[in-house]
């Protein structure tokens, strides 16, 4: 058996085959899945905004003080601002689609493009928005009602959340790294 050259052939032939295969179906893969991603990104933006717009507006319009008013206002902006940018963003990659191996590794490298703009971006936002409740705070604090527990768990309050919010961008900085290099994996294997 181990001197059928036919054999040998079509066994060379069908490993090298099954290589190839397997790294077109992978790229196909990862580009079906970072579309889900990003689809659940995008509408997790939108969720947030239609949630966080009402209640901002409703807050800033019932204020008693201008400082609270231009507060919400400035965050409801700030939302707005992201949301549009997020969108702009994610036009195009969201719907673009791929019939040959070549295309896919073009969606992906895209797609890829824009998570690392989302993230540079996402950065901004937190610090635009710490700046927003940053002020707020300082100017709602010296009021006589204050105490000093309220004092305490207002800036404890915001730097839970600001942290939070510095935890889930290094996670994703990480999951946009590691997906980089899987990418980068699978194109070697297919080339």
Do not use: H
């Not at 290589?19 to 990003?38: C, H, K, N, P």
């Not at 933006?45 to 008013?69: C, F, H, S």
């Not at 949301?83 to 963003?89: A, E, F, I, P, T």
């Not at 768990?153 to 994703?172: E, I, K, Q, R």
């Amino acid at each position: 058996m181990n001197n059928d050259p036919e054999l040998k052939e079509w066994t060379s032939d069908w490993q090298t085959g099954s290589d190839r295969e397997f790294s077109v179906e992978a790229i196909r893969l990862y580009a079906q899945g970072r579309s889900r991603f990003m689809w659940t990104w995008v509408l997790s933006e939108l969720t947030v905004g239609a949630i966080a717009l009402p209640v901002l507006g409703y807050v800033g319009w019932m204020a008693p003080d201008a400082v609270q008013r231009w507060s919400m206002w400035l965050l409801a902006l700030i939302t707005i601002a992201a949301m549009s940018v997020g969108w702009w963003n994610w036009r195009g990659s969201l719907l673009a689609s791929a019939k040959t191996t070549a295309e896919y590794v073009a969606v992906s490298t895209e797609r890829l493009r824009r998570m690392r703009q989302a993230w540079r971006i996402g950065w901004i936002v937190l610090a635009a928005q710490v700046a927003v409740f940053s002020v707020w705070i300082w100017t709602r604090l010296p009021s006589a009602a204050t105490t000093a527990l309220s004092v305490r768990f207002a800036w404890g309050w915001l730097l839970f959340v600001t942290l939070s919010a510095v935890c889930f961008m290094l996670w994703m900085d990480r999951r946009i790294r590691r997906d980089a290099d899987t990418f980068e994996a699978l194109k070697r294997d297919l080339l």
